[in-house]
């Protein structure tokens, strides 16, 4: 079996942590062992293989993927090395991919070809890898960058899964773009395995089934990476505003006004490094008028829950690819993304991917919801 061939668009700090936490399943590392989806289809965790990537800092462009998930900005070091990741990063076109914040800190390559001629670079690229899916972990405010690799996707005959806030699996446009060519996407930003958005929505739903009313709420989200650095940029962060809001709202029994919930990333705090620290509080009312108020805090490596995530999508994209499905996956979507094309609740979405992966053969998933 060739195994699921992925292709790394941005070798950040996401990228580091799926590729090292890989490595750490094949290897039989100690306590890796037993977590996460063991099998998805045919396919294990180990299966997966990383054979293009592409990024535009210039300490990454020209290196094996082994030594630039190390360099610097990045800092996720859950193993000394990982042997035998000897493709070569490649360039991107820089586009909006570099904020005002991070610029500093990523010290990007000056692109001296034109837009067309690293579009199809990027195509013979990821064909001459016989890459499956591209992983888009382009930073928060890429725009024209994630719809360049999304327009790459599609040229390539890739699968997609979109990690991040700019929408195009939950854009109609690009929807149906991937439908009409018969290429998978699952996306879009990814809603971590025990992060702050599914943390959120579990306990507004379980407001929603207690018949409790909800009246206010915040999360708020600090981190010291380079994905809070850049987020400290206003303007960056208006699809992700939404990507996180709407989470919230899609599970609450009645939507809340805006100046009534505040869902965001809120600081960077440099010490912090890949730890994110999340507040949440809910407050409301229950039977018979009384208010009550929570809050929880959660304290979590922000990679692990990306990567722990990530693995499982692009298994369900290589399957939707087998079986020839096209478009979003929308049971896929709601399950394992904060901005679905679907939004639902997560037990329903959990319950339609089992459905999903059980039909024996190609139907439209956008059908299929
Ligand atoms: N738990 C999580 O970590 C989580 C959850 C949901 C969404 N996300 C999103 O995933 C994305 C990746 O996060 P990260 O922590 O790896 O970020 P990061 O800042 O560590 O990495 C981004 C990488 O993209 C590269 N890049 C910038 N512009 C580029 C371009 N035009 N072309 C190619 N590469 C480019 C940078 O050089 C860097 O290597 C972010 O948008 C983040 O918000 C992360």
Redesign the pocket.
């Known amino acids: 079996m060739s195994g699921v061939r992925v292709g790394i668009?941005?070798?950040?700090?996401?990228?580091s942590g799926i590729i090292q936490g890989v490595q750490m399943r094949r290897s039989g590392h100690k306590g890796s062992q037993g977590l996460g989806n063991e099998k998805i289809g045919d396919y294990r965790i180990e299966d997966i293989r990383f054979v293009s990537a592409?990024?535009?800092?210039a300490n990454?462009i020209g290196t094996p993927l082994g030594k630039a998930i190390y360099a610097s900005?990045?800092v996720v070091d859950w193993l000394p090395s990982v042997p035998g990741l000897d493709v070569t990063v490649k360039e991107?076109?820089?586009?909006d991919?570099?904020g005002i914040y991070?610029g500093n800190k990523?010290k990007?390559v000056k692109n001296t070809k034109s837009i067309s001629a690293l579009r199809d670079a990027a195509v013979d690229e990821l064909k001459r890898t016989k890459t499956d899916v591209i992983v888009n972990?382009?930073?928060?405010g890429?725009q024209k960058?994630t719809e360049f690799w999304a327009e790459v996707a599609l040229e390539a005959g890739c699968g997609m899964v979109n990690?991040?806030?700019v929408f195009i699996a939950s854009n109609e446009a690009w929807a149906n773009r991937f439908a009409a060519a018969r290429i998978p996407i699952v996306g879009d930003?990814?809603k971590?395995v025990v992060?702050a958005t599914i943390v959120h929505r579990t306990l507004a739903q379980l407001c929603a089934d207690r018949g409790v009313e909800v009246t206010k709420t915040y999360q708020i989200n600090v981190g010291g990476?380079?994905?809070f650095l850049?987020?400290k940029e206003q303007s960056r962060l208006e699809s992700?505003r939404i990507s996180k809001t709407e989470a919230v709202q899609t599970v609450l029994s009645e939507r809340l006004p805006p100046e009534r919930i505040y869902v965001g990333p809120s600081d960077f705090i440099p010490y912090l490094g890949n730890t994110?620290i999340a507040f949440i509080r809910i407050e409301g009312k229950m039977f018979p008028g009384i208010p009550f108020n929570m809050e929880m805090r959660l304290d979590v490596d922000?990679?692990a829950?990306?990567a722990g995530i990530v693995v499982d999508a692009v298994r369900y994209c290589k399957i939707a690819l087998d079986r020839k499905v096209g478009g979003p996956l929308n049971e896929v979507s709601g399950w394992l993304m904060?901005h679905p094309p679907v939004p639902m609740s997560d037990d329903k979405a959990q319950a339609a991917v089992k459905v999903w992966l059980a039909a024996p053969s190609a139907r439209k998933s956008k059908q299929s919801v």
């Open positions: 668009v941005g070798v950040g700090n996401c990228a592409f990024d535009i800092g990454k900005p990045n991107s076109p820089v586009l991919g570099v991070v990523i990007p972990y382009l930073p928060v890429s960058a990690c991040m806030p930003d990814v971590g992060g990476n380079t994905d850049n987020m992700k994110k922000d990679k829950n990306s904060k």
